[in-house]
Nanobody, 120 residues
Framework: QVHLVESGGGLVQPGGSLRLSCAAS????????MSWYRQAPGKERELVAV????????NYADSVKGRFAISRVDAGLTVYLQMNSLKPEDTAVYYC?????????????WGQGTQVTVSS
């Protein structure tokens, strides 16, 4: 059974930092590109950051470039999102997303999300 479990969200003041974690199980983690998405109230879900299956390429939304960093540890089946210099507009539910090919099929999985609130 596939699981993506996010953790590390919470309340932080503007300018602060958080590190989100996403623990994966039930699929071959190293075959999957991993992404973080977020969804703010009343807005569509948007891509924040993505890392390729081998970790060789990373891409970020313009709004978070230079502030956020995505990384993965395949041995630990975990992907991280380090968020620095947080702004109130970063407030959202953050979701982990896996996209890869296994057993001859493209598979995609979502986590349940973790709330990040940036407020003074």
């Amino acid at each position: 059974q596939v699981h993506l479990v996010e953790s590390g969200g919470g309340l932080v003041q503007p300018g602060g930092s958080l590190r989100l974690s996403c623990a994966a199980s039930g699929f071959t983690f190293s075959r999957y590109a991993m992404s973080w998405y977020r969804q703010a109230p009343g807005k569509e879900r948007e891509l924040v950051a993505v890392i390729t299956s081998n970790g060789g390429s990373k891409n970020y939304a313009d709004s978070v470039k230079g502030r956020f960093a995505i990384s993965r540890v395949d041995a630990g089946l975990t992907v991280y999102l380090q968020m620095n210099s947080l702004k109130p507009e970063d407030t959202a539910v953050y979701y982990c997303y896996a996209d890869g090919t296994e057993w001859g099929f493209r598979n995609t999985y979502w986590g349940q999300g973790t709330q990040v609130t940036v407020s003074s």
